[in-house]
């Protein structure tokens, strides 16, 4: 389980790199506090890249547990 978080945690990271340092500065020129530029600025650019890999983390996740790897029992 660890393994997820840690790869879930590079997904968040590499979309927050992601986002282009003009996208910080331009919200600074425009006077946001640092949480306004990462909540209206930041944040929906990097979910936008973070979704993908999220997904695809997400369905390994749900492929490897028990109960979806079960075969329904036979009638």
Not at 14 to 36: F, K, N, Y
Not at 58 to 74: E, F, G, I, M, N
Request: charged share 15%.
């Amino acid at each position: 389980m660890a393994f997820y978080a840690a790869y879930l945690s590079e997904i968040y990271r590499s979309a927050t790199s992601g986002i282009h340092g003009g996208q910080q500065e331009a919200a600074e020129a425009l006077g946001l506090s640092r949480r306004a530029t990462f909540a209206q600025v930041i944040f929906p650019q990097a979910l936008r890249l973070a979704l993908p890999g999220t997904n695809t983390m997400l369905v390994d996740l749900l492929k490897s547990t028990r109960c979806s790897s079960q075969s329904p029992p036979a009638t």
